[in-house]
Structures are given as structure tokens and as C-alpha cells.
């Protein structure tokens, strides 16, 4: 949810989200209470990231997009289906530290270890 709904003022509050694997859908809303006015005007209502699993193609519908004012009455927008691709290279792999960056960790993390046993005592 971006900071668009609340704006004003409004509290604002997430609805879901419902994510369905087995069908590959994601439900989610959010709304604003409170005595102010509504959020005026264009800006992101919301952001969804995806996380790669698998290299492939799908399309990325929107249905049943509803937005309302605080009356509450139905504010006719316009959406945009998408398309993803992901490719081998966009899936992330682990990544082992090289040794040197590793040894550095190792001894920073023993010096807090060290001060922290120091200002304990």
C-alpha cells in the first residue's frame, strides 16, 4: 500500500493480502477512515513485487479493481494488464562471501562481541 490513501490524514488500513498459489491470484485492498478528506488526485495506490521461482512467462491480469471515494461512491479508473518474462539470469541464487570478506565479518563481529562484554561488566 503507498502512502497515497492516507494523505491526508486518514488512517488507513490494509485488506488481505490472499495469496492463492494453486490458482495464482493475489486479493488485497486497503481502505481510509477518519474525519478528514480523501486522498485528491493521482498516485500509487498500491505496489506489487514478485519474487522469481522459476524461469517462464505469464500474464498478469487485473480483475474486479474497484475504487471508492469516502461517500462511498465508485471512482471510474483506467487498468493495465501486464506480462512477465523471467529469464535465467533474474532468478537470485545464494551467494557465497569471498573468504577475505568473510574473515573481516568474523572479526568485526568478535570486536562488538568483545565491547559489548566490556560495557556489560
Given at each position: 500500500?503507498?502512502?497515497?490513501?492516507?494523505?491526508?490524514?486518514?488512517?488507513?488500513?490494509?485488506?488481505?493480502?490472499?495469496?492463492?498459489?494453486?490458482?495464482g491470484t493475489v486479493?488485497?485492498g486497503?481502505?481510509?477512515?477518519?474525519?478528514?478528506?480523501?486522498?485528491d488526485?493521482?498516485?500509487?495506490?498500491?505496489?506489487?513485487?514478485?519474487?522469481?521461482?522459476?524461469?517462464?512467462e505469464?500474464?498478469?491480469?487485473?480483475?474486479?479493481?474497484q475504487?471508492?471515494?469516502?461517500?462511498?461512491?465508485?471512482?471510474?479508473?483506467?487498468t493495465r494488464?501486464?506480462h512477465?518474462?523471467?529469464?535465467?539470469?533474474?532468478l537470485?541464487?545464494?551467494?557465497?562471501?569471498?573468504?577475505?570478506?568473510?574473515e573481516?565479518?568474523?572479526?568485526?563481529?568478535?570486536?562488538?562481541?568483545?565491547?559489548?562484554?566490556?560495557?556489560?561488566?
Open positions: 500500500m503507498g502512502d497515497f490513501l492516507g494523505s491526508t490524514g486518514r488512517n488507513t488500513s490494509p485488506v488481505g493480502p490472499d495469496i492463492d498459489n494453486g490458482t486479493d488485497f486497503a481502505f481510509s477512515y477518519g474525519e478528514q478528506a480523501g486522498a488526485g493521482s498516485d500509487v495506490l498500491a505496489t506489487v513485487s514478485f519474487s522469481p521461482q522459476a524461469v517462464g505469464s500474464n498478469l491480469l487485473l480483475q474486479n479493481v475504487v471508492l471515494n469516502t461517500v462511498p461512491e465508485k471512482i471510474p479508473i483506467e494488464d501486464g512477465v518474462a523471467v529469464l535465467e539470469s533474474h537470485r541464487r545464494p551467494q557465497l562471501l569471498p573468504r577475505a570478506l568473510w573481516k565479518l568474523t572479526m568485526v563481529w568478535g570486536s562488538i562481541v568483545a565491547l559489548s562484554q566490556q560495557l556489560g561488566s
